[in-house]
């Protein structure tokens, strides 16, 4: 028998956790309307599961732009990160969903936002030749020159990652910067 090492935290019953994976499913499946319903009824916005995913990550990576807008308005924090350091904004930058991206930063989500030492929308935009995110997240501010924990910029992300569109956005980007 193994015991929690947190004996403060609540244990949650098998119906509680079946409703939790639902709310998660409905994110994940883009059912804004009943999600909505049940975040008006009390469900929090910013619902984790146990991987740091939150309604609003789940809803950016599969690609729904109105479920993630509709968490915006409801207060889900937009620059949470999960447990592998990603917020909705690179999650929704790795999917290559735009629109979710362009909601993302419509609803406050900071364009340079990321866990410490990690990666930027910018640098996943960037990894995986996302050239119209890049874009968009350049024309919202983002930084080009901001490193990850090894120090790499998002082009030399892109380079290492052979991406062909992206170098030459994040170049030009750079160089108007700094003035060059």
Do not use: W
Not at 24 to 29: M, V, W
């Amino acid at each position: 028998m193994t015991s929690d090492p947190d004996p403060t935290r609540p244990v949650l019953d098998a119906g509680t956790i079946a409703f939790a994976g639902r709310c998660f499913d409905l994110a994940r499946g883009g059912h804004t309307a009943e999600l909505e319903d049940l975040v008006a009824q009390g469900v929090p916005p910013n619902l984790t599961n146990d991987k740091g995913d939150t309604l609003l990550i789940l809803a950016s990576y599969h690609g729904h732009h109105a479920t993630a807008a509709m968490l915006l308005a409801r207060g889900a924090d937009p620059d949470r990160y999960n447990d592998r350091g990603q917020t909705a904004l690179a999650a929704a930058s790795f999917k290559g969903a735009e629109q979710v991206v362009a909601a993302l930063l419509d609803g406050g989500a900071d364009v340079n936002a990321c866990a410490p030492g990690g990666r930027t929308a910018l640098m996943v935009a960037a990894m995986f030749d996302r050239t119209g995110i890049v874009d968009l997240l350049l024309e919202r501010g983002a930084d080009p020159d901001l490193t990850d924990a090894e120090g790499r910029r998002a082009i030399d992300l892109a380079m290492a990652m052979k991406a062909y569109g992206t170098p030459r956005r994040l170049e030009a980007a750079s160089a108007a910067r700094s003035g060059g």
